[in-house]
């Protein structure tokens, strides 16, 4: 298990790595870090619709999304691997650690300077979802009872990066300022649902485990010689002072939380849901390399509802409102998501995720569900997802 845990933490942070630039200025915490994971992303079918999957996640993410939903599931297990990245540009955020913590600016060419020099002030960002989901929907006979099994993976790092460039008094004066961290988690464990009469109550219980990194540092270049731009290699033309200013270069951590979740049926076609996540108020220490708590990160709950509409034998509509009771990460998003059987045993999706629209595709071939999920924006992302049933 401590294999499959670091495994996954490895998952996490590689995949993290993917990065996009932004226009922003701020350093985040790791509470911050922690509130903007994206694990709204969580599963290919409920990322294509927005992330929208409290009323029902309709597959074997429930387990995660709502531990009410496993007695909703009609094959005996499912399961099913899916892997969401947020996209852009992992070179840039290569070179700028690269430059923040360069031993040897020889290797530095003036073009690679030039360039960062130039970028101004941009942020730097990465997120990534891997998941495993396995579930059964037959304990106890009449699909009354289910039982899910979940490992969840997210990782998101957000780098602040300023750059000046300035010629006082006849010298040319380059500054690069990088302030930042990363966060990578994992929630493993297992949700339990229970129908009785037209209410599906679950409970997830679930192990939580973090890694934080934190990333700082300042370099300054003085061109004495106007005449020929910044060099590196020559100490009487170009002075260079690096400065590092380390935050929290490392801290892990492990603690427990409780999830607890219901579902409604009002009718036979319309499904509402509630989430709450952490109702037993997690706290994660982080602890460096030698097992000294550096930091706590206290997770707080988070209370998602959600309804699932369906309309007629081929639309679904899903809408959801998460965070609703606690100020994690700015307060409330809206998710909205379209479900369209387009043919046999296909499905086009659409959706919008905190004002980011998304588009997906679902095919059923017997026992495999294979979805996938593209999103545009601020936070452009891939999502692929596949699951089997027995």
């Known amino acids: 298990m401590t294999r499959m845990r670091s495994a996954a933490l490895i998952v996490a942070g590689v995949l993290g790595l993917l990065a996009c630039v932004e226009s922003a200025l701020a350093q985040q915490t790791p509470e911050e870090l922690y509130n903007n994971l994206p694990l709204e992303l969580t599963g290919a079918k409920a990322t294509s619709l927005g992330g929208a999957a409290v009323g029902s996640a309709g597959d074997n993410s429930t387990a995660w999304w709502n531990p009410a939903g ?29 430059l923040v913590t360069a031993t040897d600016f020889a290797d530095l060419g003036q073009a ?15 997120g990534a979802v ?3 989901f ?10 009354k009872n289910g039982l899910g099994l979940f490992m969840v993976g997210a990782a998101y790092a957000d780098v602040p990066v300023v750059a000046t460039d300035t010629t006082v008094g006849g010298q040319r004066i380059a500054t690069l300022d990088v302030q930042g961290g990363a966060l990578a988690m994992v929630e493993y464990g297992a949700s339990y649902s229970r129908r009785v009469g037209t209410v599906d109550l679950g409970l997830a219980v679930k192990a939580i485990e973090g890694l934080y990194y934190g990333v700082g540092g300042s370099i300054t270049l003085t061109d004495n010689d106007l005449s020929d731009g910044f060099d590196v290699t020559d100490p009487a033309d170009t002075t260079v002072t690096d400065v590092q200013v380390p935050t929290l270069p490392y801290g892990r951590g492990i603690t427990w939380g409780v999830d607890v979740g219901m579902l409604r049926h009002t009718s036979e076609s319309t499904q ?6 952490n109702i037993n108020f997690p706290t994660l220490p982080l602890a460096d390399a030698n097992g000294v708590v550096r930091r706590t990160l206290t997770l707080q709950p988070r209370v998602d509802f959600g309804i699932r509409k369906q309309l007629d034998d081929h639309v679904a509509v899903a ?16 998710h909205m ?3 369209v059987r387009a043919f046999g045993s296909g499905y086009v999706r ?8 998304s588009l997906g595709l679902g095919f059923h071939l017997s026992n495999l569900y294979i979805d996938s999920a593209v999103g545009m924006g601020d936070r452009t992302y891939a999502t692929l997802g596949a699951h089997m049933s027995f």
């Not at 690679?112 to 990465?126: E, K, M, S, V």
């Not at 409102?321 to 998003?333: D, E, M, R, Y």
């Not at 659409?350 to 629209?357: L, Q, R, S």
């Open 70 to 98: 496993n007695a909703e599931l009609k094959d005996f297990t499912v399961v099913g691997v899916n892997a969401t990245a947020m996209t852009g540009s992992i070179q840039e955020l290569r070179n700028t650690f690269n």
């Open 112 to 126: 690679d300077l030039d360039r960062l020099l130039a970028a101004g002030t941009t942020r730097i960002r990465a």
């Open 272 to 277: 509402l849901g509630l989430v709450i996540r």
């Open 337 to 339: 998501g379209f479900d």
């Open 130 to 132: 891997p998941a495993v």
């Open 350 to 357: 659409f959706g919008v995720n905190k004002g980011t629209p």
């Open 134 to 143: 396995v579930n059964t929907g037959h304990l106890g006979g009449g699909h």
């Open 319 to 334: 809408l959801d409102l998460h965070n609703v009771l606690f100020a994690n990460g700015g307060g409330p998003s809206l």
